[in-house]
């Protein structure tokens, strides 16, 4: 059974920095690309990154691009989302998903002073 959870959300500053972790489990990790993506108030999923099943090619938005690292570590089945220099339009639940369509239950991340 594919179980995707998230963590490290919090409520944060502007310009501050998170780190967001997702504990996978029940498929081959290496296999499979896996993402970040967002949902902000009142509006739909926004992708955020990707990295594929090697740990290489990491793409990001245009609207994160430069401040948010995707990373995964093979050893713990885990993908990481570095964020930083956070903006209060960051705010939003962050989901992993694996690309056969799974999504973990989220974590929220609020940036405001």
């Known amino acids: 059974q594919v179980q995707l959870v998230e963590s490290g959300g919090a409520l944060v500053q502007p310009g501050g920095s998170l780190r967001l972790s997702c504990a996978a489990s029940?498929?081959?990790?290496?296999?499979?690309?896996m993402m970040w993506v967002r949902q902000a108030p009142g509006k739909g999923i926004e992708w955020v990154s990707s990295?594929?099943?090697?740990?290489?090619?990491?793409r990001y938005a245009d609207s994160v691009k430069g401040r948010f690292i995707i990373s995964r570590d093979a050893a713990k089945d885990t993908l990481y989302l570095q964020m930083n220099n956070l903006k209060p339009e960051d705010t939003a639940v962050y989901f992993c998903?694996?690309?056969?369509?799974?999504r973990g239950q989220g974590t929220q991340v609020t940036v405001s002073s």
């Open positions: 998903e694996q690309a056969g369509g799974y």
């Open positions: 029940g498929f081959v990790f290496s296999s499979y690309t």
């Open positions: 990295i594929n099943g090697a740990g290489r090619n990491p």
